[in-house]
């Protein structure tokens, strides 16, 4: 995870713990073009697919929110909504630019079990989708996400070099 100067993400590290198992990390964003004319609505999507039979010990899904960052005016309309399959897990919708950055700053969902709801071939489907409706031209928003698994309590978890992203490289240790 990519850190502002003085802005530390605890929460996100707490919850995730020393050596999660990570599936995804990603970035959702909307901004128009800085001569557009009107009313635009831009809309992002993150979709993943996680194998739980590759984790050591399968746990809760979480997703961390980080690093909301507002371009020019902002926006005047934000949804966000995470999907498991079929199924709306969160969704969300703002008209405020600091509710919007009050909640894709430094915080975590936890979405349940990773076993549950997984499609017929047992793999677990998410798809993370923002729309965003920006406030006039040049204007925009974005955050980082995270998604992964902490280690259950006094499991033996894989060293942070055997993530495929790298705890490290997010951030974590160094």
Same mark, same amino acid.
């Given at each position: 995870?990519?850190r502002a %100067?003085? =802005?530390? #993400?605890?929460?996100? @590290?707490?919850?995730f713990?020393?050596?999660?198992s990570m599936?995804?990390l990603? =970035?959702?964003?909307g901004?128009?073009?800085?001569?557009?004319?009107?009313?635009?609505?831009?809309?992002s &999507?993150?979709?993943?697919? /996680?194998?739980?039979?590759e984790? /050591?010990v399968?746990?809760?899904?979480?997703?961390?929110?980080?690093?909301?960052?507002?371009?020019?005016?902002?926006?005047?309309?934000?949804?966000?909504?995470? @999907?498991?399959?079929?199924? /709306?897990?969160?969704? =969300?919708?703002?008209?405020?630019?600091s509710?919007a950055?009050?909640?894709?700053? #430094? &915080?975590?969902?936890n979405l349940?079990?990773?076993?549950?709801?997984?499609?017929?071939?047992g793999?677990? &489907?998410?798809?993370?989708?923002?729309? /965003?409706? @920006?406030?006039?031209?040049?204007?925009?928003?974005?955050?980082? +996400? +995270?998604v992964? &698994?902490?280690?259950?309590?006094?499991?033996?978890?894989? +060293?942070?070099?055997?993530?495929?992203?790298?705890?490290a %490289?997010?951030? #974590?240790?160094?």
């Amino acid at each position: 995870m990519a850190r502002a %100067a003085g =802005q530390p #993400h605890s929460a996100i @590290e707490t919850a995730f713990g020393a050596s999660p198992s990570m599936f995804a990390l990603g =970035q959702l964003a909307g901004a128009s073009a800085a001569g557009s004319t009107g009313t635009q609505t831009e809309i992002s &999507d993150l979709t993943v697919s /996680v194998d739980p039979s590759e984790l /050591v010990v399968p746990g809760d899904l979480l997703v961390g929110l980080y690093g909301a960052s507002v371009l020019g005016a902002g926006l005047t309309k934000l949804t966000f909504e995470i @999907e498991r399959g079929s199924t /709306v897990l969160d969704a =969300q919708s703002f008209t405020s630019v600091s509710a919007a950055q009050t909640y894709f700053s #430094h &915080d975590e969902l936890n979405l349940g079990s990773v076993m549950t709801g997984l499609n017929s071939n047992g793999l677990l &489907d998410l798809t993370f989708k923002l729309g /965003v409706t @920006e406030a006039g031209a040049g204007a925009g928003f974005s955050f980082g +996400l +995270l998604v992964g &698994d902490p280690p259950a309590a006094g499991s033996a978890a894989c +060293l942070p070099s055997e993530h495929p992203l790298g705890w490290a %490289a997010m951030g #974590h240790g160094a």
